[in-house]
């Protein structure tokens, strides 16, 4: 179990695989379509054990739309994954979904409508409202030109994990997808396209991918460094299933993707784009690879050891806590030195 970091963000070393998909080569295949017009959950193929890793996602190809709700109880910072609702955290006035950093300062896609009116919710019943006094009076800061990431800070402390974030690059191996976003629609299980349901079935689900390469991702003004997940299995069909079941649907722009890398729980990827092969609001699940035929959709997640020290930077707070720590580190240091 990760320990409750609520005092700072922090990070963890992981190495990485430098294996680039170039985005035209995507664009050429695929629809792509930013989740600022959809804001994006997680749709999954079916129930896997992977390790101590029971892969129950968000929605599923063979399963409803009431599967994998609950804390799979293996550690993962479920707690960290919040909803960005309305006033009255109505799921109709959800706009997508945000990741708890410590302090109380939370990170989504740059995309995800931020107001007055939106309260944030880790658990559907408590609200949190957003301080708009921050970064100037704003109320959140994007982390980098271009980069469809920004940050933002709630008024009170949530009871939540503080996620440790990747700084070196996340490797290409099995991954836990958590979302806050709609459900499958009324389509038989079993099926492709898979379309996606209404407001009314948004719920918090996790499940399982596994990031195939790493792409520039171009849309809206926006190019940054990308995960590409696919939403399919080994073999041509979907009935083959594998690590790649889960898949991003509306309003999971500002989910989390999380490694366990040495015993912790580490957030390596934010879901902000899809790429459809049928059209808005479905996903087509298929062969789990970036080229060939047979293919699943494929989904984009900011990379977020690209950028780290920008998330980190707009965080004022934890960075002086951590410069007082060793202050008060040295004092000790010196009084010890003259009381011997």
Known sequence: ???????????????????????????????????????????????????????????????????????????????????????????????????????????????????TNQRITFDGVTPFVVDFTFNGGTGFKQVAPGVDLKVFKLTALPVATAVMLDSTGASFTSSVLIGYGVGRGATSLSMSPVTWGDTSTIAKRWGLNTPKSTTTAAYSGYSYTGLVSVAGSASASPAGLGDSEAALTLMDSGSAMFQLIAGNWVLVGVGTVVGQQAGANTTTFGRDATAGSSLGDINIHARVATYRDDILAAIPEPGSAILLVVGIAMLASRRQKRMS
């Open 1 to 115: 179990m990760p320990k409750d970091r609520r005092n700072s963000p922090i990070h963890h070393d992981t190495k990485h695989n430098h294996n680039t998909l170039q985005y035209a080569k995507i664009r050429a295949k695929y629809r792509m379509t930013p989740i600022r017009h959809f804001h994006c959950a997680l749709l999954c193929l079916g129930l896997l054990v992977l390790g101590s890793v029971e892969s129950r996602a968000l929605v599923f190809w063979n399963l409803d739309n009431s599967a994998n709700q609950t804390d799979p109880g293996t550690g993962v910072p479920w707690d960290s994954v919040a909803r960005v609702a309305g006033t009255n955290l109505s799921l109709a006035n959800t706009t997508g979904s945000a990741i708890y950093l410590g302090n109380g300062y939370m990170l989504t896609a740059n995309h995800v409508t931020l107001t």
